[in-house]
């Protein structure tokens, strides 16, 4: 069974840019699996960030960017806000309308 | 573009429970209806998915059998049906809509308790 690999925790600094990635357990992400990024706080609904490895969903700001990093996915935060504080999702599209999330990555902003 | 989704369930283990997802401003016979549980303090799962108007459906291989997802394309509705329900069903359900997911139900409540 497929399973995406996320870092269970990241902290970063206010003002300061941290990349979090998205793998698989067996080979390479790359742009066929179309990666995506969203961000949840909790109790609330996911919130699109990125889509496609590197759209921006509407309203996103330009601080997040995504990539594709070596074999994984990326998404980058740069200039870190204290509101960044929340858990982030990754997701791959794995053909035939089928989808795998990733075990999310919980963001501390300190 | 709005989702909304229905409210709170409570149900018996053994039961079923059937959660929709409505969504308005806009026509969606060819987007996708997504569904994602996330488990009390857990990760998002995808559940499956259907596009109303070709009928097609896609399960997640751990709901293979005991998910249903159907949808009514004359009113942009999409539907999952949970059977035989155990404890481990018990989980906040979020629809999401077209390929990128790009807008989000508010997330219904199931409970599975005796």
């Known amino acids: 069974q497929t399973v995406v690999t996320q870092e269970p925790s990241f902290s970063v600094s206010p003002g300061g840019t941290v990349t979090l990635t998205c793998g698989l357990s067996s080979g390479s992400v790359s742009i066929s699996y179309y990666p995506s990024w969203y961000q949840q706080t909790p109790g609330q609904a996911p919130r699109t960030l990125i889509y496609?490895?590197?759209i921006r969903s509407s309203g996103v700001p330009d601080r997040f960017s995504g990539s594709i990093l070596g074999n994984k996915a990326a998404l980058t935060i740069t200039g870190a806000q204290a509101d960044d504080e929340s858990d982030y999702y990754c997701m791959l599209s794995m053909g035939s309308g089928n989808h795998v999330f990733g075990g999310g990555t919980k963001l501390t902003v300190l | 573009v709005q989702v909304v989704q229905s409210g709170a369930e409570v149900k018996k283990p053994g039961s079923s429970v059937k959660v929709s997802c409505k969504a308005s401003g806009g026509s969606f016979s060819s987007y996708s209806f997504n569904w994602v549980r996330q488990a009390p303090g857990q990760g998002l799962e995808w559940v499956g998915g259907?596009?109303?108007?070709?009928?097609?459906?896609n399960y997640a291989p751990n709901f293979q059998g005991s998910v249903t997802i159907t949808a009514d394309k004359s009113s942009n509705t999409a539907y999952m049906e949970l059977s035989s329900l155990t404890s481990e069903d018990t989980a906040l359900y979020f629809c999401?809509?077209?390929?990128?997911?790009?807008?989000w139900g508010q997330g219904t409540p199931v409970t599975v308790s005796s």
């Open positions: 496609s490895t590197n």
């Open positions: 259907i596009i109303p108007g070709f009928g097609t459906t």
């Open positions: 999401a809509l077209g390929s990128t997911f790009d807008h």
